[in-house]
């Protein structure tokens, strides 16, 4: 479910180093995850998503893991730059509707 | 190509003092629309969201009300705003499209009540 009331978690990494971020899911229904990138006081912009008939999906520096049996998503990022700091949501929907269920979000700091 | 549009982008407004922010959408048909909010430092608190015209369901009970007089037009509203208000609104819609599914945010309101 939503965590909204919690700080978000962070994740500090150095400018060049590969950088994974986690999350846990817990609707065994749910066939379609996103991963949102949100920069500071914008809103959040699409990075990738993958269908539960995959485990592996790969974008340009960023790949996306899923692991249905203990139901957890990762996003790994390539040579991590410092565009790359912002708050990073994990998102699913079930097979039958259209709302998505949203992580609690990752800080990413990338330090130069 | 479809678009999400929401405004004003930055609000500062009295307590007590009445809220209206604005999402239209282009593009699309028969999107679903959403209505977020998020404290600073937080997660996405889904509000309202509406799959019609006229039809809006509430996820969290509190002090703002939404409403969709068009298909493509979402409004956020309050008669008298607290100071717990306060946050980033973000609107989104949901639509499937041949097949693949879209789910977009727009680029959100920053709403202080002082």
């Known amino acids: 479910g939503e965590s909204v009331g919690l700080h978000l978690p962070t994740l500090s990494v150095q400018e060049g180093d590969n950088s994974i971020i986690n999350c846990a899911y817990s609707n065994s229904a749910s066939d379609y995850f996103i991963w949102y990138k949100q920069e500071s006081g914008k809103g959040p912009q699409f990075i990738i998503d993958?269908?539960?008939?995959?485990d592996k999906r790969q974008g340009q520096r960023v790949t996306v893991l899923l692991n249905k049996t203990v139901k957890h998503l990762s996003l790994q990022i390539a040579a991590t730059q410092p565009g790359d700091s912002a708050v990073y949501f994990c998102?699913?929907?079930?097979?039958?509707?259209?709302?998505?269920?949203f992580g609690e979000g990752t800080q990413l700091t990338v330090n130069p | 190509s479809q678009t999400i549009h929401q405004w004003p982008a930055t609000l500062v407004q009295p307590v007590g003092s009445p809220l209206s922010l604005e999402c239209t959408v282009e593009g699309t048909s028969n999107p679903n629309l959403y209505w977020y909010r998020q404290a600073a430092g937080r997660g996405l608190q889904l509000l309202f969201y509406s799959v019609g015209i006229g039809q809006i369901s509430s996820e969290v009970p509190q002090n703002l009300s939404a409403s969709r007089p068009q298909d493509r037009q979402f409004i956020l509203s309050s008669k008298k705003l607290l100071l717990s208000d306060s946050g980033f609104y973000l609107c989104a819609w949901s639509v499937w499209d041949s097949g693949v599914y879209g789910y977009t945010f727009g680029s959100g309101t920053r709403l202080t009540v002082v």
């Open positions: 998102a699913e929907k079930e097979t039958s509707g259209s709302r998505l269920t």
């Open positions: 993958i269908r539960s008939n995959m």
